[in-house]
């Protein structure tokens, strides 16, 4: 198994103009109860002085980088990641009212993806049943009926904590999320390698329930047989 362990900043972790991060099908649909993102908030408000604080980790199964749009695919992290998105977006929000064109403009570089010649895409990208959800909220459009609550809970709450901030505090918390937390990410480059560690990884996300533990099981041997396997398994997966 070769492993390519990478400690980065929020910056460098979404930094790369030509990187997205592909949450695939075969996923859970994000999962995070309210505690859960306050928690992850918490972390990082806390932080004081030149502390840094480790967010954990992700797992990302990765091909062989070329000049266009280099998909990554989250094997594992992929509630902590579209968590850390979704704050960044509200604060680009907050960015647009207050009218702070530059730290906006930073943010959608952050939150953007693009090929030299090609078209900005999102840096995440949710191949799931939240898809359309998700880009709802970014959008800021009114999701009345969500789907899937606990993503608008995540959204709603985020938005109620940045309002109550001044915005001499929002910029502070948003330096410390961009430069002071970080992410550990494990590049791996053979699918069945990628569920390996899915298995193995012992984190802060949700306790696997049986339904993961069972698609983990699935997915990692049809892995072994091949991409054409794993493909097939993945797409009677997500048909499932």
Same mark, same amino acid.
């Given at each position: ?86 704050? *960044? ?6 960015? =647009? /009212?207050?009218? !702070?064109?530059?730290? #906006?403009?930073?943010?959608? $570089? &952050? ?17 799931? *049943? ?6 709802? =909220? /970014?959008?800021? !459009?009114?999701?009345? #009926?969500?789907?899937?609550? $606990? &993503? ?17 505090? *929002? ?70």
């Amino acid at each position: 198994m070769v492993i390519t362990p990478t400690t980065l900043k929020i910056t460098q972790l979404l930094g790369s103009a030509n990187e997205q991060y592909v949450i695939p099908a075969y996923q859970r649909r994000f999962s995070w109860r309210c505690a859960q993102v306050a928690e992850l908030w918490d972390d990082i408000d806390v932080v004081s002085g030149s502390d840094t604080h480790l967010l954990g980790t992700i797992v990302c199964l990765a091909g062989h980088h070329t000049a266009g749009i280099n998909c990554l695919e989250l094997v594992d992290g992929q509630q902590r990641m579209t968590t850390i998105i979704i704050i *960044l977006h509200c604060i680009l929000e907050r960015m =647009h /009212v207050e009218e !702070e064109k530059e730290t #906006a403009g930073d943010l959608e $570089r &952050l939150l953007g993806c693009k090929a030299i010649g090609g078209r900005t895409s999102s840096k995440i990208a949710l191949d799931s *049943l939240d898809s359309r959800q998700f880009a709802r =909220h /970014v959008a800021n !459009e009114d999701v009345s #009926a969500p789907e899937n609550q $606990r &993503l608008a809970s995540a959204f709603e709450s985020i938005r109620e904590w940045i309002e109550e901030l001044d915005l001499t505090s *929002l910029g502070e918390f948003l330096y410390k999320l961009l430069n002071q937390a970080f992410v550990i990410r494990l590049d791996v480059s053979e699918a069945k390698d990628a569920f390996k560690l899915f298995e193995t990884i012992n984190d802060r996300g949700l306790r696997l329930s049986p339904t993961d533990i069972i698609k983990n099981f699935i997915l990692g041997n049809a892995a072994r047989f091949g991409p054409k396997d794993l493909q097939y398994a993945q797409d009677r997966w997500r048909d499932l």
